[in-house]
């Protein structure tokens, strides 16, 4: 799901680990984000560098993105770790902020770095490259475990990490089946044990793609100004469960189709046949008890699912039907939607900027 800085996300419930005093649920997060775009901080000092940071990260250990007094937080242990790196204290800035339990796969942020000499204390030298700085931060990361450095850029002054992002994609992982969850997918996915109907759960999404008041999906604490958004896209994909090894039977299935590939590319055009090889995901063919061996877990569906996750979860079990979608979102009251979807599905995956 690609979304403008107007969009609204799902509501997602409170983590255990989550300090009283700061919560909010992801609603509120990419509210937080886009509302009241004031202005930004004066600029550093014309001798200091400022760079650009993606950083990925798993959110079951942090307590939110944001810093915190004696909670973990990724700008903490980020601010920590450049502060070993360049000898002096930082102040770093996300792009979005994200709860506790809450994943990236791309966060923003940035950070002014002022280098100075540690041979001649005092002596301002040229800035780090950008290599440079993403290697050596990574280094002080690498105990920690769950958070990374993956790209680095170099950028003006008045380069807001928060107020300069044009879109930001959400993605939430849904773990459909009976089947207990996998440790691999523990905090990872939300496993919903029925089965989910992706027809209707598509079908849900066009009620609710466009210009809407969605105040039926907003956080109770929701401190965004006005519930009117534009919503895009919304979309539900099935896509092959992970981590992901193929099967025996699959990896036969797939050395058979190479094997016709190759003896098909040895005969002219006009001897080849019409037709067509469709190769499965492997996310629901292999759960018969005949085809798995002793040991073989079964998987479940996954289904990767863009805002309003709780709605749709509900529209997939048969909870809610299309129409009842349509009267949650004209109900225009928090008490119309369905339960919250919980945080370890949901995953920040990119947010877009027009890079100088």
Wanted: glycine content about 6%.
């Amino acid at each position: 799901m690609t979304e403008n800085p107007k969009h609204l996300l799902d509501r997602v419930s409170e983590s255990p680990h989550r300090p009283s005093k700061i919560a909010k649920t992801a609603a509120q997060n990419l509210s937080n984000d886009e509302e009241e775009q004031q202005e930004a901080p004066m600029g550093p000092s014309p001798r200091t560098q400022r760079y650009l940071v993606a950083i990925e990260y798993i959110g079951t250990r942090f307590s939110g993105s944001q810093q915190q007094p004696n909670f973990r937080t990724v700008v903490g242990v980020l601010e920590e770790a450049f502060h070993k790196f360049i000898g002096q204290p930082v102040s770093i800035v996300c792009s979005s902020r994200t709860d506790a339990g809450v994943h990236a796969l791309s966060n923003v942020c940035h950070v002014d770095i002022q280098r100075i000499s540690k041979r001649k204390p005092g002596e301002v030298l040229p800035p780090h490259e950008q290599t440079v700085v993403r290697r050596a931060v990574n280094h002080f990361l690498q105990n920690e475990g769950d958070i990374m450095v993956i790209d680095v850029r170099c950028v003006p002054a008045d380069f807001h990490a928060r107020f300069k992002a044009q879109e930001r994609t959400y993605f939430y992982r849904l773990l459909s089946g009976p089947e207990p969850l996998s440790t691999f997918e523990r905090d990872r996915a939300w496993h919903v044990p029925e089965e989910l109907d992706i027809l209707a759960m598509q079908e849900a999404c066009k009620i609710l793609v466009g210009h809407h008041d969605f105040s039926s999906f907003r956080a109770a604490g929701c401190q965004a100004k006005s519930p009117i958004r534009t919503l895009d896209e919304l979309t539900v994909s099935e896509v092959v469960s992970t981590p992901y090894f193929p099967s025996i039977v699959e990896r036969r299935q797939n050395n058979l189709i190479m094997e016709d590939l190759h003896a098909s590319s040895n005969k002219s055009e006009s001897d080849l046949p019409v037709s067509s090889i469709s190769i499965g995901n492997g996310a629901s063919g292999f759960n018969g008890e005949a085809s798995l061996g002793f040991g073989i877990r079964r998987r479940h569906r996954c289904f990767v699912v863009r805002l309003l996750v709780g709605v749709l979860k509900a529209v997939g079990t048969g909870n809610l039907t299309i129409s009842d979608v349509e009267r949650i979102l004209n109900a225009k009251s928090v008490t119309a939607a369905s339960p919250m979807a919980p945080p370890c599905g949901l995953y920040l995956g990119h947010v877009k900027y027009d890079l100088p």
